[in-house]
């Protein structure tokens, strides 16, 4: 099977390589697939500035962005869509090059003194001669959690989507803040509950725009639900297999919802 190779190049793209497009929000997707070839018409002969993300089938990956007015008949699809509804979308190298590319926009200058950077002659990154420092693609960590109470799991709603996914709760971590530290804050201000056991799970990359998300089990301890409302608009404690619409396994927090699932069916007892 074909596989995306994550990797880094200075060089710039050339006709026989392969881009990933984006406009915007979107990806830019050919009739096959989800990557032009460099000598495809879209570009008019003129490659755009682009950014090297790795290898596809031995062909380089470049991705770059187009203006609206340049994306022809080509079919526009929403990042989230691609990862939330279209099982096969290459999320991971989608997630990557949406990342990449914004680090890319917002390190053309140095923050510090303000002069034009260039590439980092040996890693993905920004380099300002001026201040001889280097400007990395910028990472945001926040924890995501479902929570157990006995034979049911917490799922809620968030106020800010209009996606009728239930889901979990979530928020970033602070400075000077630890991932555990970050659960239990973000659970007490959103839900008013206490909760204890804090175990990892997995994590996820994910691109809105710079997030890692690290996902987390923990057990129900105390309190009664208090949702804030400008975050959660509803919250409620499911079984499994009687929940309401949730995001689907490509997503961490699918993914977790599932697995906290299977461990209460299975009749695991919290360690």
């Known amino acids: 099977m074909t596989q995306w190779i994550p990797g880094w190049t200075t060089r710039k793209p050339e006709r026989r390589d392969l881009i990933l497009a ?3 929000s979107d990806v830019v997707k050919p009739d096959t697939g989800w990557l032009h070839s460099g000598d495809s ?5 003129n490659l755009p500035d682009s950014v090297s993300l790795g290898s596809y089938g031995g062909r380089d990956v470049f991705v770059t962005e187009l203006p609206d007015t340049d994306t022809g008949s080509q079919e526009l699809i929403p990042l989230r869509d691609a990862l939330l509804v279209l099982g096969d979308a290459p999320v991971e190298m989608l997630s990557t090059g949406f990342q990449v590319w914004q680090w890319w926009l917002d390190h053309r200058y140095c923050g510090r003194c303000g002069a034009q950077t260039g590439f980092h002659p040996r890693e993905r990154a920004k380099w300002c001669d001026a201040c001889g420092i280097p400007w990395y693609p910028r990472l945001a960590p926040c924890v995501i959690v479902v929570i157990r109470r006995d034979d049911r799991l917490l799922l809620a709603k968030s106020s800010r989507t209009k996606r009728h996914f239930y889901s979990l709760i979530a928020g970033f971590v602070e400075p000077g803040e630890s991932l555990e530290g970050a659960v239990h804050r973000e659970v007490k201000e959103e839900t ?4 204890t056991n804090i175990r990892y799970h997995a994590s996820q990359a994910w691109p809105f725009p710079h997030q890692l998300m690290v996902g987390f089990f923990a057990d129900y301890a105390g309190g009664e639900l208090v949702l804030q409302e400008d975050e959660i608009a509803d919250a409620n404690w499911f079984l499994p297999g009687d929940t309401p619409p949730v995001p689907p396994e490509t997503t961490i927090s699918g993914q977790l919802i599932r697995a906290m699932e299977n461990e209460i069916s299975r009749g695991g007892i919290p360690v």
């Open 192 to 195: 008013g509950l206490e909760v």
């Open 41 to 45: 018409s879209l570009f008019r002969d």
């Open 22 to 24: 984006l406009s915007g």
